[in-house]
């Protein structure tokens, strides 16, 4: 009997994801544990393996697509001693309607023509056709039919370079960037003449035309959200619209910290010519908060309707800037390792970060997290909440000031650090105190070491 392959939940929130890349191909037999494929969620690119046993018959969703829901078929495995041509013959009665049927269901322009009733599932997901003024058509992926509809790009004048000839995302790009072929003026004309008059300033809640409408045609490129994008969006909107953020500030001298970094530093053992660790002021941050949230265990919380959640370890996530947007991944247990393991640690999930390369428990969870723009120059900021956390440690930059130490001017290296807090469960006077603990971390660093 053929074996179902489908789209993994490669994380509890997952609805969809990428598939990026076949590791296998048509004919490749596979065993229980082998990679087989390569999936991009929101915020990383993770592995596939073969679960099962057997001969890949058919791959049914190509490289490259994009949003394929969880459970959907993706690919088919023939069993042993199972007829491969049988079990791929078999699997397009199996496989769910393609993505590309759900894009009429999008709310259609102000006085576009209705959609046509949808016809019933093709056999197989094969990617949709357009047909062109000569009666040939042009197979695309979803997402390259939207931005061709969006940039007024005509689909069948564009070449594709996916799977047999298949038009994607890339091509569409390419074709607004070397001003392809545009659809038929009538097709642009219409949902212009429904919208509104051009305002001096978008109302709340417009729609996407009438915010186009604000600028000059031909002066600026539509350039899609990416899954990354969108998530960050929606939890940026959901923190500050349900977390009643409360700031704290305060400035923490740090020459004490700095000349205790270049000592530990110095005197890092050697292996193979390079030094075990190399401790950053960032490294010493992370410890000074997990620490803090240690001495203040009632800051060291998140809150539920029905309850208060104490943690018992302060998991502190880091923010890690990657193309397109953030990711925050989480020092464990931070409380308890010492500097060079949290320095070792965050160079290792700071690098597969970037290359997204990171598993969900990774930089899911955790209890707070530290935000630190002080190596881009920043001043001073303060940062949003990311929910469920209750707090967030926006860190500046270290730099020289004239400070009055016993009635008398003197220059010290100060850096000022905003901690936001959920005032739903940490109050200002109890954000101050754990503000006042990690000043004294940082400027007391050998509390540090015991």
């Known amino acids: 009997m053929p074996i179902n392959i489908t789209m993994p939940a490669l994380s509890p929130t997952m609805e969809e994801g990428n598939l990026a890349k076949w590791l296998v191909k048509e004919g490749d037999k596979v065993k229980s544990g082998d990679v087989i494929a390569e999936i991009e969620t929101d915020k990383a690119t993770m592995e596939v393996e073969a679960v099962d046993e057997g001969t890949v018959a058919k791959i049914v969703v190509p490289a490259g697509t994009e949003g394929v829901k969880v459970n959907a078929l993706i690919a088919v495995l023939a069993g042993e001693g199972e007829d491969v041509a049988a079990a791929a013959s078999g699997a397009g009665s199996a496989a769910p309607a393609p993505k590309a049927a759900a894009a009429p269901a999008e709310a259609p ?23 062109s003024a000569g009666g040939a058509r042009t197979f695309s992926s979803p997402l390259a ?30 074709a607004v960037a070397g001003g392809g072929a545009k659809a038929a003026p009538a097709a642009v004309a219409a949902p212009q003449a429904a919208a509104p ?21 031909g002066s600026y490129e539509l350039v899609p959200h990416d899954g990354m994008r969108k998530t960050i969006a929606r939890r940026l909107v959901e923190s500050k619209q349900t977390v009643p953020h409360f700031y704290v500030s305060v400035d923490c001298e740090l020459d004490a910290l700095m000349a205790l970094r270049a000592q530990l530093n110095d005197a890092a053992p050697r292996k193979d010519g390079a030094p075990a660790y190399k401790l950053s002021v960032n490294d010493m941050v992370i410890k000074a908060m997990a620490l803090a949230l240690r001495d203040v265990p009632d800051a060291n919380v998140s809150w539920t309707e029905n309850a208060m959640v104490k943690h018992k370890h302060a998991d502190v996530g880091v923010a890690v800037s990657i193309p397109g947007g953030l990711i925050t991944p989480i020092v464990r247990k931070a409380e308890e390792k010492t500097l060079s393991t949290i320095s070792n640690e965050m160079r290792d999930l700071g690098k597969r970060a970037k290359d997204r390369k990171l598993k969900p428990e990774e930089y899911q969870g955790g209890t707070t997290s530290v935000s630190n723009m002080g190596m881009m120059g920043v001043k001073n900021f303060a940062a949003v909440i990311n929910p469920p956390h209750a707090t967030i440690l926006a860190v500046g930059a270290g730099e020289q000031r004239v400070i009055v130490k016993n009635g008398e001017m003197a220059i010290a290296t100060v850096m000022t650090v905003t901690l936001s807090t959920d005032h739903r469960c940490v109050d200002g006077a109890l954000g101050a105190e754990l503000l006042q603990a990690f000043k004294g971390y940082i400027e007391n660093p050998m509390g540090m070491l015991v």
């Open 197 to 217: 008059a051009p305002a001096a300033a978008a109302p709340k809640g417009a729609s996407d035309e009438a915010v186009l409408k604000l600028f000059e045609q």
């Open 109 to 131: 322009k102000a006085d576009a023509a209705p959609a046509p009733a949808p016809s019933a599932p093709a056999a197989a997901p094969a990617p949709a056709a357009v047909s």
């Open 145 to 174: 039919r939207r931005l061709a509809k969006e940039a007024g790009i005509d689909l069948s004048a564009v070449a594709g370079t996916g799977p047999h000839g298949r038009v994607v995302k890339g091509d569409i790009e390419a």
